[in-house]
């Protein structure tokens, strides 16, 4: 009894102490360099509409309510950027913070500081102001620093460019591992054979510009025979003991994988709507966490005339990322280019700590810093740089390798993308984009007037002597980077015929365009053109049909391999057995075309597909994993093309030895995927729905489970999966929908996972989640005010009512 009175007494003080933590949202309270009051209006759904007489001034409103509603998230990606988070959560963020940390991000962030233009420094400066000010206008700290007992640490400027840094993390190759895993394809199989294994083609391509490539031919026998070449060594166990860091690293790593790299963009015509306004929709596939990565909000101010953002902002920055000014909406997606690039060391013979490069023989320079660990003891590390990037790896020969990557470079980032908030043409639009220092995105956009356009946002490094596609030395100056290709030479597309732009992480143009891009793992491109297709079908568009693209969960690019499946097991000459048939029966009677929840058709013929991937890849990834490990062909979102030519030509010189046929390998792939129905219970249960399970998590209870009830969204099981428009995984998917026209955002739509604040005691914690699961249309723009809070500069006179209430 007296155990259950403590406890009581115990969760009651914790109760208290996080009410005390909640958002201010109405009243009154201080803003220290404000130059007018800041008005913040919340709806219904906690939305915000700061309206104040300056950009400065809603740079500190935004500032005050990010603080507010997400402080915590914001510390935790300024940290991970840096490399920080084993001062915040302990020993099991070291493995995350000593990768990190060799990239020297918060280094590379105070450089940004500095170089920074004032007109940029101002507003980032308010905005620091007024992160700040909301930060100490809580009555408590927020709840997870009373779980961790820590206190929070104060904003900086360098901060915000740490979380424009951690979106690098999430969207980009850091340390070029794709380019890492290309070397070890072409140091272990022939070139025309790795040519074919490793290209990104398919019948699937939907290129803005130019057209197909084909996927390579696959080489003949006298190139690679898998029937008679020596059996590949067993490849070395690269495996760890698993460690207290597994599963928040595993978190993380959900956060920033390929299939998060991805999105769905487009936009049509004023022509071809009915009301003569130009559309632009998006859904941005991320990681899905609790709270969600976007902040919705609406800005309004005056400078030389009245001004309007609505969209999504991300917490830590003072700018809008995506929506509508007005005159011109924009979304992303990302571009998916080749953005760093694998530098081979040629050392010194006399003293391997010296390199040549283009100038000389030059010492590595060693850089050591000290990674802080709540609770144990601090660990020091040591990084090696040189003149191109930190020495990462080093290769199947022992050499060593350097990374060249766009935020480590002066100008990679920067706070220019601000700029698009008040253009008010396409042209003015992509001008500034292309000089934005943010990882390089598909911008799709339309204008007022019913223009719409796509161009590259982000900075574009200028290749010489190479392609980036595998690592190579750059040491003679013949190959390198040579600074920033220049805003007029950016591909771009204004007004195509068509009156249509998609773009969903393929690729989009060839030729000189392509080259300056580069080739980063595009998709294949099932989704754009089911996109294609969606909006072809729609005459006389309004945003609202814009839904039913979002939300087609159509399986469209998996019919083919249902096709193959009913006719491998139906083929005269196969063995039969009941576990056959009662494949046969669910995927010939149970099929409805979608990615259904109900749907077991789908899940086994996804199941087919991989297995079909890992027995068919099988006698070539046995002698690429000599060199590298963890390679596997599935996990490249371009496997697609090299699979169906295998499959369909069906080359014996390249079939694993233990078939005798291509049927013997196809039937293979069927029997285990019917084993893995039977352990999941058997074919009725074994439907999509269970694999697809949604579960939205707090970073806290990814480490405690326990508070899993109270943090994480409910568990949900729902349609769609990544070769579809309506992209879901159980850790990845929208992190947004909206479809806008710029001048009528009146009638746009957007919806997201979770809601606006990160309290879980928050009304608006977890409100907005229903719309999204359910694919419901909310408003893009903010609903009638609920709340009122007015900021006044700090010393101004407080309101008489405001001051009664206190």
């Known amino acids: 009894m007296v155990a259950l009175v403590a406890f009581a007494g115990t969760a009651g003080w914790y109760y208290l102490q996080m009410r005390g933590s909640l958002a201010q949202l109405d009243g009154e309270g201080a803003m220290p360099g404000a130059t007018a009051a800041i008005v913040i209006e919340r709806d219904a759904l906690g939305i915000p509409t700061i309206i104040a007489s300056s950009r400065a001034d809603v740079a500190r409103g935004l500032g005050f309510v990010h603080a507010q509603d997400r402080f915590f998230q914001m510390d935790l990606a300024r940290r991970r950027a840096a490399g920080e988070l084993s001062e915040l959560l302990g020993s099991a963020a070291l493995r995350i913070d000593t990768r990190t940390r060799m990239l020297r991000l918060r280094a590379r962030a105070r450089r940004t500081i500095e170089v920074a233009p004032p007109e940029e420094l101002a507003v980032l ?136 790299r991805g999105s769905n963009s487009w936009a049509v015509a004023g022509r071809l709507t009915g009301d003569g ?138 706070g220019a993308l601000a700029g698009i908030e008040t253009v008010e043409t396409l042209e003015q639009l992509f001008d500034v984009a292309a000089r934005a220092g943010i990882p390089a995105q598909n911008m799709v956009a339309a204008q007022r007037d019913g223009r719409i356009g796509w161009s590259i946002a982000g900075r574009v490094p200028r290749r010489v002597g190479h392609d980036g596609r595998l690592p190579t030395s750059w040491a003679d100056g013949t190959r390198g980077w040579d600074g920033w290709v220049t805003p007029a030479e950016y591909p771009h597309l204004i007004d195509p015929p068509d009156g249509r732009i998609v773009t969903a992480n393929n690729r989009l143009v060839d030729g000189a365009a392509l080259e300056i891009l580069g080739d980063g793992g595009y998709d294949p491109g099932a989704r754009a053109r089911q996109i294609k297709d969606d909006l072809q079908r729609i005459a006389q568009a309004s945003v609202r049909d814009m839904m039913t693209v979002h939300l087609d969960d159509r399986a469209i690019f998996m019919s083919r391999w249902r096709d193959l499946m009913l006719q491998t097991l139906s083929a005269a000459d196969r063995e039969d057995s009941e576990a056959r048939r009662e494949l046969r029966r669910a995927v010939r009677e149970t099929w409805t075309g979608r990615a259904s929840v109900d749907s077991a058709a789908y899940r086994i013929v996804r199941e087919f597909r991989t297995q079909v991937g890992e027995l068919a890849f099988a006698p070539l990834i046995e002698r690429i994993r000599q060199v590298d490990t963890e390679y596997s062909p599935l996990a490249a979102r371009g496997a697609e093309g090299a699979l169906w030519a295998l499959v369909s030509e069906r080359p014996l010189h390249l079939l694993d030895p233990k078939f005798k046929t291509w049927t013997d390998l196809l039937l293979a792939a069927a029997d285990r995927t019917a084993q893995d129905a039977q352990k999941a219970g058997g074919i009725a249960t074994y439907v999509w729905g269970r694999a697809n399970t949604v579960r939205i998590r707090h970073p806290l209870s990814v480490a405690v489970p326990l508070l899993g009830p109270f943090l994480d969204m409910p568990a949900e099981e729902l349609p769609g999966d990544s070769h579809m428009p309506r992209v879901q995984g159980p850790t990845f998917g929208a992190s947004e929908r909206f479809a806008v026209s710029p001048g009528r955002e009146q009638d746009g739509y957007f919806h997201m996972p979770t809601g606006q604040s990160g309290h879980p005691l928050s009304p608006h914690y977890r409100d907005a989640n229903a719309a999204w699961v359910t694919g419901a249309a909310t408003p893009f723009l903010p609903g009638s005010a609920v709340h009122t809070l007015t900021l006044r500069p700090a010393g101004a006179p407080q309101s008489t009512e405001a001051a009664k209430s206190k």
Do not use: C
């Open 277 to 414: 306004g130009a559309i632009v929709a998006n859904d941005m596939h991320l990681g899905l966490s609790t709270p969600n990565i976007w902040y919705r909000a609406s800005m309004v101010w005056r400078d030389t005339r009245p001004r309007r953002l609505t969209g999504v902002t991300l917490p830590g920055v003072p700018s809008l990322v995506a929506g509508s000014n007005g005159d011109l909406a924009w979304a992303f997606t990302n571009s998916v280019g080749d953005w760093s690039d694998l530098v081979i060391l040629e050392p010194d013979t006399a003293d391997p700590n010296r390199y040549r490069t283009p100038s000389g023989m030059l010492l590595v320079a060693t850089v050591r810093e000290t990674i802080e660990v709540k609770g144990g003891a601090s660990v020091p590390v040591e990084i090696r740089e040189t003149i191109w990037g930190p020495i990462v790896d080093h290769d199947s020969s022992g050499r060593e390798r350097a990374v060249a990557w766009v935020p480590l470079r002066d100008g990679g980032m920067n």
């Open 125 to 260: 400066r308010a905005y620091v102001e007024g992160v700040n000010a909301g930060l100490s206008a809580l009555a408590v700290k927020p709840p997870e620093y009373l779980a961790l007992r820590t206190v929070p640490r104060a904003w900086a400027a360098e901060d915000s460019v740490l979380i424009l840094a951690s979106m690098f993390l999430t969207l980009q190759d850091a340390e070029a591992r794709r380019e890492s895993r290309l070397a070890a394809v072409y140091a272990t199989l022939p070139p025309a054979l790795a040519d074919f294994i490793t290209s990104s083609s398919s019948e699937w391509e939907t290129p803005l510009v130019g057209g197909l490539h084909g996927v390579p031919p696959i080489p003949d026998a006298s190139v690679f025979d898998a029937r008679s070449a020596p059996p590949a060594a067993h490849p070395p166990d690269s495996r760890s003991n698993a460690d207290d860091g597994a599963t928040l690293l595993a978190w993380f790593s959900s956060h920033a994988n390929d299939d998060a």
